[in-house]
């Protein structure tokens, strides 16, 4: 994961890095180094020190959190611009959640130190940061009750695909549930199941019939959700 140059860095984020002075942005730039990751690479791990942020200049990356008892759950995918380890900065001193590469990615790691200091320095920043940490909190306010309320294995699914289908957007927006949604699914149907707690046998089972009934499509990287709010109404 060698250094590469910042000057790739794309920083998109509407939230965290719009109506800034030129001045923060030019010293934003030079903070930190970038690195090059390959796919399926960690950036963080849940429980270790966060003694840096990162920005992520390009690539796509899982955000995962875990219980005690070794059960997973994925959060959502971040994009590019967006800002991993926010939470962990300003609560420390420990990561709350893992990040883990789906593609090849850039990231631009900067120390803690630094950052509060850059935040410190430019109230647009710190401003810009609150109203993204509110957005995150909101997601996972719409989410919880989906992943945690549904006792079937058919709603656990369906729950899933909705909350990934409405989070994994580079603009983080929530998409409208009464059109098509296509969103890249990456997770074997092992995987999948282990992640929201039901055989592989039996996520199979219950996405041919989803696709049986006209509500989903799947590819090898990619799923379509054709009629959200029936899988909705119908599952959840």
Known sequence: MPPSS???CSIQDPEVFSHISPSALS???SLGTCRSHPANDFLIRQ???SDHVFVLCSGRVKLIASSPLGRFLRLRVAGPGEIL???SLLRGPRHLVTAETLV???VKYIPRTDFIRFMDT???VTRNIAQTMARDYDGATRSAPRLTLPNSAASKLASALLNWAQTDHHDNAPA?????ISFPMSLTHEELGYRI?????TVTRILLKFRREGLIEQTREHITLHHPDTLQSRYC
């Open 122 to 124: 430019y109230a647009d």
């Open 85 to 87: 380890g926010l939470a």
């Open 27 to 29: 010293d934003f730039r």
């Open 104 to 106: 090849p990615s850039t």
């Open 176 to 180: 409208p549930l009464d059109q098509s």
């Open 197 to 201: 707690g039901i055989p592989r046998q």
């Open 6 to 8: 910042c000057s790739i």
């Open 47 to 49: 429980g270790f020190p």
